[in-house]
């Protein structure tokens, strides 16, 4: 409601009087307000003349009239924030009740008109609370029902709503968008919930108020704290003062032109995080005089080390705090850091006891140094800060715990024994003989045996070692489990699972399954004679137990009887004629098959195969030992042979030439003497070569050339050898002398002819 003062003057009138009149705002221009002369008292015929009229500076009137308009506050403005929309960053992992401040809705009208209460906008995670302020303004605060969870939902929008107690009522309403941060999980902490200041009235700009701090567990850009005042602070109070917002120093900056003794305001520390944590320090500002004596901290009793598996209330350190100054000056506060596992409780008079309020971990923390703030409530408070030291003992708490789920161990087979495998490792993050790790295998079996058959193992490091050479076609592949135990007692274990893949390796030459030969005797094929050709022969079939590349089979012909007649498939083993047969081929052959695989190095089988060229299947198979074979080349021990063949031939020869010389000589003495044997004492016997033995082609009998004909004495011949197609016809003992007795009586007789 506003008032305007109004002076009017008459120029006949001395009588003074006021009246006072009430407009309603947004009243239309030229609306009817009130009969001045009626409520004057005065003619109204009479105003003219007496120059009534309104004065607004100094004037000489004869008479005055004081009047008073108050305009009336209409519910015509709705409430409205400052912000169009409001961001809170909240951690997921806060817990329930944690509050956060929000923006407060401004309205023009007064009274029952400005802003009442406000509401939020359902939510299972939030709900809204009424905070009242010193002056008994009220102001909102968000306040976490149930825990957040990031992954189940990163943002949750909501709505602020802020009316007013107009009639009908209005309102206003702001987002508040609320993002759970999954990092950044240490907001900056204060040393003090409250600070409190005592300045004059007529401080100059600049005068420092008091310094805030807040400390930021978290590094780097986390942990970089930055002040500022909350936007709950009033815009005239943030006029008046300001913040450093590195330092947290709150200065001067204005006029202090308030009538509050008073004042209250809310600081906001954050960190530089991507998304920024906040907390809210109040601050309260107020004249009054020096407060010049701190708190003293002194430590009567301290126990450390603790073990971590401490119970919470267990008494750590007895506190004494004193302070000289008197009445409120000399009432002091203490506290920690909230985010330390331990708390203050009050004792006797002065003295507070340092408890454990949470679980210890030495794992994650082995040691604390607990900061403990005694603030005094003088003003401005003066406040002493105290470190304990704490560690924590270890106790066996924690297994072993493997690098990995399952390890996975390959090795070749054919390894040697006491080959080194594989070195499994577990870590304990206790300490001392809690923490030192032994190893031991699982008894289990492999294959039917025991696994300590097949392994060892060093109990202090986990290095594996082989007791047996592996198999690749016996055990491709094997599974046990190790496990690993502390020191401590009751001691605490873990296993975990090792696999072993046994790789293969080229130790296994190929096996040839067809064709098979028995004995060391040659697999035997027949084709026909007028076989076409590309007429399959046979197929070679071999199999290698190794795997992969090395069980991967080519085929070679590694000998042929005759290269031009038959070729191998490389990839099949199919044996097949190159040409058609003819009828000069000869009827046996023989070919060397190699069947190689492909390892490093290659292992090879072959197999020989003899071919018979017949139309039908001969009732007895020959021999291919030596047919078809290539004649051997001369080696040493052949060369050696031959020479010694042919001196002794030599030598024997030269000895039937003397002994012919001999007999010849003695011939012509007998046959002047008539001492030739005569013909009738000898049967004779034919060694024909001619054209009627077809049956023998080829004599031996002396070299005798074909077509000739030799007659001597029938004892004197007998058939020594007949192989293959060759008849040797040799002489028998005697057969010198009596051949050249009957050579001689045949230069008289002529009974023999050659």
Known sequence: ??????????????????????????????????????????????????????????????????????????????????????????PEFLSPGARFTLPSAQDLDEGANSVQNYTLSLDEHFYLEMQIRGDGSKYPELVLKKALDREQQATHRLLLTAKDG?????????????????????????????????????????????????????????????????????????????????????????????????????????????????????????????????????????????????????????????????GENGKVTCQISENLPFQLKPSLQNYYSLVTSELLDRELISEYNI???ATDLGSPPLSTQKTVWV?????????????????????????????????????????????????????????????????????????????????FEQLRS??????????????????????VYISDQNDNAPAILYPTSQNGSVAVEVVPRLADEDYLVTKVVADDEDNAQNAWLSYHLAHSSDSTLFQLSPHTGELRTTRSMRSTDFLKHKVVVVVRDHGDPPLSSTVTVGILLADTLPQALPDFDDSGEPPPLLNTTNIYLIVSLSCVSFIFAAFIFFLAIIRLCRCRTCCCS?????????????????????????????????????????????????????????????????????????????????
Do not use: W
């Not at 924690?398 to 080959?419: C, Q, R």
């Open 166 to 326: 107009g009639n009908p009522p209005k309102s206003g309403d702001v987002p508040v968008i609320v993002t759970v941060l999954d990092t950044n999980d240490n907001a900056p902490e204060f040393e003090h919930s409250v600070y409190r200041a005592s300045i004059l009235e007529n401080s100059p700009s600049g005068t420092l108020v008091v310094q805030v701090h807040a400390t930021d567990l978290d590094e780097g850009p986390n942990g970089e704290v930055r002040y500022s005042f909350s936007n709950t602070t009033s815009a005239d109070l943030q006029r008046m003062f300001s913040i450093h917002p590195h330092t947290g120093e709150v200065t001067v900056n204005g006029v202090l032109a308030v009538q509050r003794p008073l004042l209250e305001m809310l600081i906001e520390a954050r960190d530089n995080g991507a998304f920024g944590m906040s907390s809210t320090a109040k601050l309260l500002v107020e004249i009054t005089d020096v407060n010049n004596h701190g708190p003293e901290i002194t430590i009567t009793s301290l126990s450390s080390p603790i073990p971590e598996d401490a119970i919470p209330g267990t008494v750590i350190a007895l506190l004494s705090i004193l302070d000289k100054d008197p």
């Open 478 to 499: 094997f599974h046990f489990q190790v496990e690993a135990k502390d020191n401590g007692s009751p001691a605490l274990s873990a296993a975990i699972t090792v696999n």
């Open 1 to 90: 409601m506003r008032g305007y003062l109004m002076v009017f003057c008459l120029i006949c009138c001395t009588a003074d009087g006021q009246i006072v009149y009430s407009i309603a705002e947004e009243t239309e221009r030229g609306a009817s307000v009130g009969n001045i002369a009626k409520d004057l008292g005065i003619d109204a015929a009479t105003l003219s003349a007496r120059k009534f009229r309104m004065i607004t500076g100094s004037k000489n009137p004869l008479e005055l009239y004081r009047m008073e308009f108050k305009v009336l506050d209409i519910n015509d403005n709705s409430p409205s924030f400052p912000l169009s929309e409001y961001h809170i960053n909240m």
């Open 371 to 373: 900061t403990i703030t």
């Open 391 to 471: 560690q924590i003992s270890d106790v066996n708490d924690n297994p072993p715990v493997f690098s990995a789920g399952a390890f996975d161990v390959f090795v070749e087979e054919n390894n040697p024994l006491g080959a080194f495998l594989y070195q499994v490792s577990a870590s304990d993050p206790d300490i001392g003989e809690n923490g030192r790790v032994s190893y031991v295998l699982r008894n289990s079996t492999v294959a039917g045996s025991a696994l300590t058959s097949f392994l060892s193992m060093n109990l202090a490091n986990g290095s594996i070692y082989a007791k047996r050479a592996f198999d």
């Open 674 to 754: 008539g001492c030739c044997c005569p013909a009738e004492d000898y049967q004779k016997a034919s060694v024909g070569l001619g054209p009627s033995n077809s049956s023998i082609p080829n004599g031996d009998a002396g070299n005798v050339p074909s077509g000739s004909r030799l007659q001597v004495p029938g004892p004197c011949i007998q058939v020594q050898q007949v192989q293959s197609d060759r008849l040797s016809a040799v002489l028998v003992h005697g057969i010198s002398e009596k051949l050249s007795t009957l050579l001689c009586c045949a230069g008289d007789k002529g009974t023999s002819d050659y």
